[in-house]
């Protein structure tokens, strides 16, 4: 059981950045392949970013592709998501998800994921 929290949401203008932190329960990141998604109101759950279970390998979804970084720090079970120049879009409520099974690098897909966090709402003001 991996249990998920995330934090670091919160109220930025546009061109603005945050960086949201996940930290994990189990007692190490490896074998996970770790992940954030991002859901809007009246919108599916979308992919914003995975990293691999070795964590040398790093995907980024073409929306905010330049603008955001994934990152983790095995040493403190933690992932990050740094986040810059904001726009209107980016607002949504993002999760982090793991999953031990995903048999490649990283999915795209929420139903691949086993794991996930209650959420942290972004809010990015015009």
């Known amino acids: 059981q991996v249990q998920l929290v995330e934090s670091g949401g919160g109220l930025v203008q546009a061109g603005g950045s945050l960086r949201l932190s996940c930290a994990a329960s189990a007692l190490s990141f490896r074998g996970l392949v770790l992940g954030w998604f991002r859901q809007a109101p009246g919108k599916e759950r979308e992919f914003v970013a995975a990293?691999?279970?070795?964590?040398?390998?790093?995907f980024v979804a073409d929306t905010v592709k330049g603008r955001f970084t994934i990152s983790g720090d095995n040493t403190k079970n933690s992932l990050y998501l740094q986040m810059n120049a904001l726009q209107v879009e980016d607002t949504a409520v993002y999760y982090c998800?793991?999953?031990?099974?995903?048999?490649?690098?990283?999915?795209?897909?929420?139903?691949?994921?086993?794991?996930w966090g209650q959420g942290t709402q972004v809010t990015v003001s015009s």
């Open positions: 998800a793991a999953d031990g099974r995903i048999p490649g690098s990283y999915s795209y897909h929420p139903s691949d994921y086993e794991y």
């Open positions: 990293i691999s279970r070795s964590g040398n390998t790093r």
